[in-house]
C-alpha cells in the first residue's frame, strides 16, 4: 500500500533524460572506475569519471 506514486513519473523522467543524453553524446563513455558512495543504501556514486568528445 506504500507503493511509490511517483515510480510512473520517474520512469517517464529517466526515460525522457536517457534518450536525450545519448542523443546529444553519442560517444559519452565511462572513462575510468566510478567511486560507490559508502554505505550501501544509497546506492549513488560519489564520482562518475564520463568523456564525450
Ligand atoms: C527514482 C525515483 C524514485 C525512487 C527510487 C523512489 C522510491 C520510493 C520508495 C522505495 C518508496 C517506499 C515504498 C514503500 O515503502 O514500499 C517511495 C515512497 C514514496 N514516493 Fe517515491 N521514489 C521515487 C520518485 C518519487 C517521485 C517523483 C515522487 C513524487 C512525485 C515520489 C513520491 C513518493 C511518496 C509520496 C511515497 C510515500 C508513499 C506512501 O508511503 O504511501 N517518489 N518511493
Redesign the pocket.
Known amino acids: 500500500?506504500?507503493?511509490?506514486?511517483?515510480?510512473q513519473?520517474?520512469r517517464l523522467?529517466?526515460g525522457l533524460a536517457l534518450k536525450e543524453i545519448t542523443e546529444r553524446f553519442p560517444n559519452l563513455r565511462l572513462v575510468s572506475e566510478p567511486e560507490r558512495i559508502e554505505p550501501f543504501l544509497p546506492w549513488g556514486r560519489r564520482k562518475f569519471p564520463v568523456a564525450w568528445d
Open positions: 500500500m506504500h507503493f511509490c506514486p511517483g515510480a513519473l520517474s523522467e529517466a
